[in-house]
């Protein structure tokens, strides 16, 4: 397994955290992992050593949807929590309304062949994906946004001779359209 791998696609930590600082409006982001194991295409030499990953992101589609809310529920202590009160860990209330995005993570990773002359190879990699968030009650299911997606991290080492394990953190941010 390589450490030195270079990673070409993801955006730099400070300038996520200035995109958090510059959302006008509550909960217009969300992050996740995608992680798979994938096997070369039969026509591909065998992995000696991953040399590179270059990764992007296209937005396919995205919708608003209505979903289920909470009237509110009472806790053992009694004292009654209403619906628009509740909250996860990441205080992200059930609103009613949730944009659904579907993506395209494409990925080229460079390796050198598992042959003695090391020769350089590369192999394309298209994995789809859907995430939500959740946002304000009252937004229209015509409603249109700017989805701006970013690469927090990518990793990628080859698992066997044929096989290359990889993992993106994912993080979407969204602005409503005028």
């Known amino acids: 397994m390589a450490n030195n791998i270079n990673i070409v696609g993801v955006y730099p930590q400070n300038k996520i955290q200035k995109v958090i600082e510059c959302e006008d409006s509550y909960n217009t982001w969300t992050e996740f992992l995608l992680c798979e194991i994938v096997t070369l295409p039969i026509q591909n030499i065998g992995i000696e050593e991953i040399i590179e990953v270059h990764s992007s992101i296209e937005i396919i589609s995205q919708r608003v949807v209505e979903t289920p809310t909470v009237t509110g529920y009472t806790p053992s202590i009694g004292t009654p ?89 994912i993080f979407i941010s969204v602005v409503k359209s005028c």
């Open 81 to 169: 929590i209403l619906g628009q009160n509740v909250s996860n860990g990441e205080c992200t209330h059930i609103t009613g309304k949730k944009l659904v995005i579907e993506g395209l993570l494409k990925q080229n990773i460079i390796y050198t062949a598992l042959v003695d002359e090391q020769s350089v190879h590369s192999v394309n990699y298209i994995t789809p994906f859907s995430t939500f968030i959740i946002i304000d009650s009252d937004t229209s299911i015509r409603q249109q946004f700017k989805v701006t997606p970013y690469i927090e991290r990518s990793s990628a080492c080859n698992f066997g001779e044929r096989s290359i394990y990889k993992t993106t953190s």
